[in-house]
T-cell receptor, first 113, second 115 residues
Framework: GEDVEQSLFLSVREGDSSVINCTYTDSSSTYLYWYKQEPGAGLQLLTYIFSNMDMKQDQRLTVLLNKKDKHLSLRIADTQTGDSAIYFCAEPQGTGGYQKVTFGTGTKLQVIP | EPEVTQTPSHQVTQMGQEVILRCVPISNHLYFYWYRQILGQKVEFLVSFYNNEISEKSEIFDDQFSVERPDGSNFTLKIRSTKLEDSAMYFC?????????????FGQGTRLTVV
């Protein structure tokens, strides 16, 4: 079955870059997602990348996709204390709008002021 | 911006009691989902619902669980006889049909505590 793995914890200093890594097993997904979960809050779609892309930049966020190694990463430039959250790599399955999502284990990002 | 809303935000129930978690999906969405996240663990898929029937369910979704769309706006998850291990955050989600790219929108979650 599908499996999505991430490192559990990352600590960075405010202003540094954060890189959160993810490996996945199912190569058939059209997209790969990054969700953010702030303390006590729900799951917010942060960004996504098409599976036929290698890189996507969205303001401070850069997503890199290595399909050969099934490796996805999220880079946050100039990390702020407000970026402290759990970040989930996620792989949706389905077509025509059906979106069953397999989530990674989540990486807790701690930003030290 | 449209959002998925869930009530209550926190529910405490005694073991063996029935509990109903409520969700209002985004109004033009046609696929509905429930996920759960046991504290410190992964977010896990429970069930998907389309056209008034379950389209897919995980092995977690046993006979103790049921889902219903009782009217045009609500989507509910019922746990018939709660167990301690049902304590988790339950997320409702919905997605639109027919777009080239779509995504699942998640609610804020209901924290269920079984005592």
């Amino acid at each position: 079955g599908e499996d999505v793995e991430q490192s559990l914890f990352l600590s960075v200093r405010e202003g540094d870059s954060s890189v959160i890594n993810c490996t996945y097993t199912d190569s058939s997904s059209t997209y790969l997602y990054w969700y953010k979960q702030e303390p006590g809050a729900g799951l917010q779609l942060l960004t996504y990348i098409f599976s036929n892309m290698d890189m996507k930049q969205d303001q401070r966020l850069t997503v890199l996709l290595n399909k050969k190694d099934k490796h996805l990463s999220l880079r946050i430039a100039d990390t702020q204390t407000g970026d402290s959250a759990i970040y989930f790599c996620a792989e949706p399955q389905g077509t025509g709008g059906y979106q069953k999502v397999t989530f990674g284990t989540g990486t807790k990002l701690q930003v030290i002021p | 911006e449209p959002e998925v809303t869930q009530t209550p935000s926190h529910q405490v129930t005694q073991m063996g009691q029935e509990v109903i978690l409520r969700c209002v999906p985004i109004s033009n969405h046609l696929y509905f989902y429930w996920y759960r996240q046991i504290l410190g663990q992964k977010v896990e898929f429970l069930v998907s619902f389309y056209n008034n029937e379950i389209s897919e369910k995980s092995e977690i979704f046993d006979d103790q669980f049921s889902v219903e769309r009782p009217d045009g706006s609500n989507f509910t998850l019922k746990i018939r006889s709660t167990k301690l291990e049902d304590s988790a955050m339950y997320f409702c989600a919905s997605s639109e049909r027919g777009r080239a790219r779509t995504e699942a929108f998640f609610g804020q979650g209901t924290r269920l505590t079984v005592v």
